[in-house]
């Protein structure tokens, strides 16, 4: 499944994954707001045994094909002051 992957100005350690490029067509009008301007950082071909630094390729993929969209948060802090 080919994908392509967008980071908002606003929010740039958030990464947006959409199955067609520039069609954000399924993606939550608050969702888009937030990020801010779109970047586009690359196309990537998922598998289910393409590794991803935060998340599961199996997960993004049912994402992808039945919200449209998957959105990949930054990590949380382990420890707060």
Do not use: N, W
Request: glycine letters at 4%; proline letters at 9%.
């Amino acid at each position: 499944m080919l994908c392509a992957i967008y980071k908002g100005r606003r929010k740039p350690d958030t990464y947006l994954f959409v199955p067609v490029k520039d069609d954000f067509g399924a993606v939550p009008a608050a969702v888009l707001q937030s990020l801010g301007r779109l970047e586009h950082v690359m196309d990537l071909v998922l598998t289910p045994q393409r590794r991803l630094a935060r998340a599961e390729a199996v997960a993004v993929m049912r994402h992808l094909l039945h919200q449209g969209c998957y959105i990949q948060l930054p990590p949380q802090d382990e420890e707060l002051p």
